[in-house]
DNA sequence: ATAATGCGTTTCATAATGCGGAATAATGTA
DNA sequence: TACATTATTCCGCATTATGAAACGCATTAT
C-alpha cells in the first residue's frame, strides 16, 4: 500500500521480494492477512509465495499463523562476497574505534554509483547516528564515497557527475562539479574525507579508504556523529583504524 | 549436477533460491555457464532469472559476465527477527569467551527439531571448530541442542525420539530414548551440557541456555572444540558468558 | 586478416505455469 | 454454541515463464 516496486521481468520474483521487504519492515511476525494487504496481493497468492520461501527457510513461521524472515538469509547473507573476508578483518578494529570515539562507526564498499553499508558498531548512547546494514547512499554525499571517487580519477568523477546530476541532499551538499572535484582533490591529499552535514543535516562524517594486498581501495570506514560532537582530534584514530583493516587484508601500508 | 532440490510449489522460486545457492556454494564471483551448468538450468532461464534477482540487488555483477550475490540480502539477513537483539547482545561476549577459551564460540537458536547457527565468533588458530552460520544441526546431536529438548520436557524428547528416531552421527552419538533422557537429566540438573564427539567425531563441546526477560530458553550459547583441547575449567567461563547474554537480554538470574 | 569458437543476451511461439475467484477448513470471538 | 475472521485448498483459465534458436560480441585459433 505504498511504494511502487522494481519490476524485474519475472512476476513471481518481484512478488516474493516484495513479501519478504514486508517482513523485514515489520517489527515482529506477521500475518498472512498483513502481508497482502501491504503488498497488495491477493491473499491466495501470497498465501501460495510465502510456503515456496518457507520450503527454502528463506521464512519461518511462529505458531500456526505467523511468518517472519527464515534462516537461510543468514546462512546467504554470510556468503556475500565482497563482505566476507573484509567484514571478519574488520569488525574489531571497528570496535575498538567505536570505542574510542562514542560513535557509530561504519564500514562501506562501492557499488555503481553508490555506497552500500555492509557492517557497523554502534555505540551505546542515546542519539546516535544509525546506518541500516545493506542501505545505500550515493557516492557524492558521504566521505568515503568521495574518496572512492577521487580513488577513480578525474574521469571518472565528471561521469559520475553528468550521469547522476549531483543532486542534493542538503545545503551542503556539493552540488557543482567545480566543487566536488575540489573537495576531492583536498581529501585525497589528506587521506581522509569529511562529509560536513552534506547527506543529513546535524550529521557529520570522517571517512578512510581501506585497501587488499594489491592495494586496491575495497572499502570506505568512516564514524557518523551529530556534528556538534564530531571532533577534529578523530581523525588520527580513524586513520589508524584504516590502516589495521588494511593490514589484516595484506596491505603493506609502508611507504614514505 | 549434484543434489535434488526441495519442490516448493512455485519452479521460479525453486530455481531462484537453486541459483542463489549456487552462488553461495561458489567461491567468489561466477559466470552464467557456471551457474546454469551448476543448477542444471538453461542458460537463458538462469540468465532471465538472475536479471530479475539483480534488479532486486539479491544479486550483484562483477564487471560485466560474473555474479555474486548482493547487497539485499544484508539488509534481509539484518531483519532476521529472532535473532536481533539476540545477536547483537551476545557478540562482544562471545568474543570475550572466545578470547578466554581461545576456541570457537556459537549463538544457536531452536528452529523445529533442529539448531540454526547464527552467530559466531572463532579464535585465530590453524585448527578450530568453524560452523556456517545459518547451518543446522538435530537437537540429539548438540550440547545446547539437548538443553533445549530438557527444557520443553520429558514428553517433548520422547516426541522428538519418535518422530526423528535418533540418526547416530558417530558411535557416541545419544541413540537410544533411554540414553537420551539420562544425559538430558544430567545436563539440566547441573546447568550445562556436553556433547563429547556426539556430532562428529573428535569435536567436543559446552553449551549453555540463554534466556530472555521473560525466563524463556531462546538461544543456546557453546564452546566448540577439538576434543583433546577441551577443558573442565572452562565451563564456568562458558556459564558466566551465558548469564552475561542473558542479563543483556533482560533476565534476572538472582535465584538460588 | 579472417575464421571460428564460446560466451552472453534477445527474441518469440508455445504450453506450462502461476493466478485468483470461490469453496472449505481452521481459528478466534461473542 | 454460533458467528466472524482468517488461513488453506481447489481448479479452470489466461498470463506467464519457458527454452530453442538466432544474434551480438569478444577472444582465440588459423
Redesign the interface.
Known sequence: MNNEL?????Q???R??AL??A??REP??ASLKVLSAETGLHPSTAF??L??????D?V?RDGANLY????????????????LDLREAAR?VM?WLRDQVGESVNLTVR?GDQV?Y?ERAIPNRMMRVEQ?????APLHVTAVGKLMLGEAGKEAIQDYARRCGLPAYTANTRGTERSLLLDIDASMARGYALDDEEAELGVGCIGVLVRDTGGAAVAGLSVSAPMERRRPEWVPLVEEAGRRISERLGYKSSQG
Open positions: 522494481p519490476v524485474s521481468g519475472i513471481v520474483i518481484d516474493a521480494v519478504l521487504d517482513l523485514a515482529g511476525p501460495r509465495i510456503a515456496a520461501l518457507s520450503e527454502h528463506l519461518g517472519r524472515l527464515g534462516p537461510h538469509l543468514l546462512r546467504l547473507a554470510g556468503r556475500v562476497s565482497v563482505a574489531p570496535e557499488e552500500v555492509v541500516v546494514i545493506g542501505s545505500r
